[in-house]
């Protein structure tokens, strides 16, 4: 069974600032990646995908992610953050040919301060 | 379009109250998807319907907890006789079609029980 792990629950950046969010599955099989954000009161809205192809994958938002299958991770980065970033981001991982189901990280959040 | 919509929003229950809650999806998604998020954590998968087929129940957590979508869109998740460990947000997701990694997900019920 495949697991997610995202590596701080917390992150605070200030305005204009880079940022990278971490996040490392194990599988046995092929994955498929992808984040997602949540904002307050919210659902989850979809940030990007990787399912095949190019290993950078870039996103709403000005996010993007790098998909490395030797290190099996899939950290997401955005060059300069706004405030409007600030919410809840959860990694998922869907198992190649396994029925769509998303297994999650626990999620990290991102405090955006100015 | 509109999105995925989950009804109640809010839900009060006290301890061995029977619960429903509702899912429309996307009009035309085929499959549609049930998690719950327990407060702090990331999304855990509960249940899967391709059309009105449960493919896949192996996380709903008791033999308590019951889903249907008998005409393949509407789905109602029903928790009998609830407990204070089933307080929690239950998301709702559809996606396109059968192979369709998308998915998108409805604002989630928050379930309180006293």
Known sequence: ?114 | GAGVSQSPRYKVAKRGQDVALRCDPISGHVSLFWYQQALGQGPEFLTYFQNEAQLDKSGLPSDRFFAERPEGSVSTLKIQRTQQEDSAVYLCASSLLVNSYEQYFGPGTRLTVT
């Open chain 1, 1 to 114: 069974a495949q697991s997610v792990t995202q590596l701080d629950s917390q992150v605070p950046v200030f305005e204009e600032a880079p940022v990278e969010l971490r996040c490392n599955y194990s599988s046995s099989v092929s994955v498929y990646l992808f984040w997602y954000v949540q904002y307050p009161n919210q659902g989850l809205q979809l940030l990007l995908k990787y399912l095949s192809g190019s290993t950078l994958v870039k996103g709403i938002n000005g996010f993007e992610a790098e998909f490395n299958k030797s290190q099996t991770s899939f950290h997401l980065r955005k060059p300069s953050v706004h405030i409007s970033d600030t919410a809840e981001y959860f990694c998922a991982v869907s198992e190649a040919d396994a029925g769509n189901m998303l297994t999650f990280g626990g999620g990290t959040r991102l405090m955006v301060k100015p």
